[in-house]
């Protein structure tokens, strides 16, 4: 978001927030000005400005109880990129996720991308591209060497972090058909075997090409055939962790079973078909 010089963004967080909000945030921006370029309200004490470098800085404030509404008032001209609310403890997930983004749009701002994971250490990545490029005629060779370049250059800035990549789902924009999905997800397959990094069909997992009038049929998918709504969007989720658990060995049986269960039911299958899916 570009916030000019002097504007306020007031975000609120109401019973639409599905996340976890604390007493404690950092705010991320980018700026070409090495400034103090934003203020929150009083209530909000800056504990630490980083300049972590591309143009990137992060502030750290602390308040005396949680908020339901922040103000950042822009100093300067800034581009905010986000913000992360600081738990004690438990998981803490970020997503990335922007309407229409394709792998090569992320590839672009790659030194950024890379600057930002580096100081938030995260434990575990996963790309899940392929949509939006799957309605384009691509060159492969290029799109191939752009994503393999991506993926070694993260490895060897982070070389402790573990790494996924899923596939295209089966989709039908506007009933449109997605001419490159195919290639791509044999591409993004290519890629996670030459990077040797972990790869999972969920264009597979979900059954494949034409599968998606199947998803349509159980009211998993939005009129647009393209966007899966929040029932289709929680048995993606399932497909996706059932495979991460199954291939860590490390899950509580009981959950395990539980998880398999509600794949099973949501899409009317067997557990022989689900056994197949697991990364």
């Known amino acids: 978001i570009q916030l000019k010089e002097g504007a306020d963004l007031i975000i609120k967080f109401n019973e639409k927030f599905r996340g976890v909000i604390s007493d404690s945030l950092v705010i991320w921006i980018n700026s070409p000005i090495d400034s103090n370029h934003i203020q929150l309200d009083t209530c909000w004490k800056l504990k630490q400005r980083k300049a972590l470098g591309d143009g990137i800085y992060s502030y750290s404030f602390k308040s005396d109880s949680v908020k339901q509404e ?3 008032h822009a100093n300067f001209p800034i581009s905010f990129w986000g913000l992360q609310f600081m738990l004690g403890s438990g998981l803490c997930y970020q997503q990335n996720g922007l309407v229409g983004a394709q792998f090569t749009h992320l590839i672009t701002h790659a030194n950024s991308v890379i600057t930002q994971l580096k100081e938030l ?3 575990f990545l996963v790309f899940s591209y392929g949509t939006n490029e799957s309605y384009d005629d691509i060159d492969s060779s290029i799109y191939f060497n752009k994503v393999l370049e991506f993926i070694n250059r993260v490895k060897a800035d982070m070389p402790n972090v573990g790494i996924l990549i899923t596939n295209a789902p089966d989709t039908r924009s506007s009933h449109r ?5 195919r290639l791509i997800n044999s591409l993004l397959d290519d ?3 030459q990077t ?3 790869y999972f069909d969920l264009n597979n997992a979900m059954g494949g ?3 998606l009038y199947e998803w349509v049929k159980k009211g998993y998918v939005l009129k647009d055939y393209l966007h899966f709504n929040a029932e289709g969007s929680k048995v993606l989720g399932q ?3 059932y495979a991460i658990l199954t291939s860590a060995n490390s899950c509580d049986t009981n959950k395990l079973n539980t998880l398999r269960t509600e794949i099973t039911a949501a899409l009317c299958t067997t557990d022989l078909e689900i056994d197949k899916q697991e990364a």
Not at 177 to 181: E, G, K, N, V
Request: glycine share 4%; net charge negative; aromatic share 4%.
């Open 191 to 193: 890629v996670a075997t």
């Open 239 to 241: 497909l996706i962790a």
């Open 177 to 181: 058909t997605p001419q490159s999905q």
């Open 196 to 198: 040797d990094v972990s």
């Open 121 to 123: 250490k995260p434990d």
């Open 209 to 211: 090409w034409g599968s």
């Open 70 to 72: 922040l103000n950042i």
